[in-house]
């Protein structure tokens, strides 16, 4: 039974693997595998996309698609550009662990180690972590014991937040409404005789912002561009640390005296210069950076 605050609400007791008495036994095991984004939003081919801007407002569409003799059914013969095929990507994951396990009837031993590395399926994204832990018990005497647990992790983040928008600019300005709602041709052909798509190149996978939305009112910008310029990280680091001394007064009645310590700091920072979402005409500084945010956090706890 756990008595006092520590025991409020139930306890659950999570128990480490120890060491075994035996000669030290080493186990390695690896694992390579690949992610991909499995499902993928329906969106607008060049033809629909011309066709559906000919419903909306003919004039317009025409001068900006159909000049030159170009018909809407034109716009069949070219691929045009699927956003979500430029963000997302087949990334590989590694996690790799080791241990080693042994000990003597007095003294038993146990230390572990595993990395985890993951590329992210979107561009400019990754995770990684490192974790140690150190195990030791040891028979000083027949009524004396005493042990060490000592668990370190850190934790790795880079890359673009999906989620994330500008304070005040609304929905247009998360990252996934620019890949879905981007449009799908990159400009205008001058001769529908000899229509390809290196003729419809008319920079917008260079730039930043695209000239025919309304940036009053539509704050969507290059999705490749802005995901492959940010740089954000978070990097946590955790240790806790254990120690015990048991001390066997009579048959049925054990002292037992515990300590341990429990730290985790977590950094954030952020840089996005002037081809980001954050980092736009729009705003008073072309670039924008910060290190340490609200979630930054530095805690210590003794017991």
């Not at 080693?100 to 990754?126: C, F, P």
């Not at 929905?171 to 799908?184: A, E, I, T």
């Not at 912002?209 to 990280?233: G, H, K, Y």
């Amino acid at each position: 039974l756990i008595y006092g605050s520590r025991g409020a609400n139930g306890v659950v007791v999570i128990e480490t693997k120890r060491g075994k008495v035996g000669a030290p036994v080493v186990t390695a095991t690896a694992t390579v595998g690949f992610q991909n984004v499995t499902k993928r939003m329906d969106v607008m081919s060049p033809y629909d996309f011309v066709r559906y801007s000919y419903e909306r407002d003919a004039q317009i569409t025409t001068d900006r698609y159909l000049t030159n003799g170009l018909t809407i059914e034109d716009y069949k013969r070219t691929s045009g550009v699927n956003w979500q095929d430029k963000l997302f990507r087949q990334s590989i994951m590694q996690v790799y662990n080791i241990s080693l396990r042994g000990g003597s009837e007095k003294t038993k031993y146990s230390i572990s180690g595993s990395v985890t590395d993951q590329g992210g399926v979107m561009i400019n994204t990754a995770q990684d972590r490192y974790q140690g832990r150190f195990v030791l018990d040891q028979n000083i005497s027949k009524k004396i014991n005493v042990g060490l647990n000592v668990n370190y992790s850190r934790f790795g983040n880079n890359g673009q937040i999906a989620s994330n928008a500008n304070a005040g600019s609304g929905g247009s300005s998360y990252l996934m409404y620019s890949v879905w709602g981007y449009r799908p041709i990159t400009g205008n052909s001058l001769n529908p005789d000899d229509f390809d798509d290196e003729e419809l190149d008319d920079g917008l996978e260079d730039d930043l912002m695209d000239e025919e939305i309304d940036e009053t009112m539509d704050f969507r910008v290059n999705p490749i561009l802005t995901a492959e310029n940010e740089l954000r990280s978070s990097v946590s680091n955790n240790l806790i640390a254990n120690t015990f001394m048991t001390y066997d007064i009579i048959p049925g009645l054990k002292l037992r005296v515990s300590g341990g310590i429990e730290t985790r700091v977590r950094k954030n920072q952020s840089f996005y210069n002037s081809l980001t979402s954050k980092g736009t005409p729009r705003f008073a500084n072309n670039t924008r950076g910060q290190f340490g945010s609200g979630d930054d956090r530095e805690r210590s706890s003794w017991l």
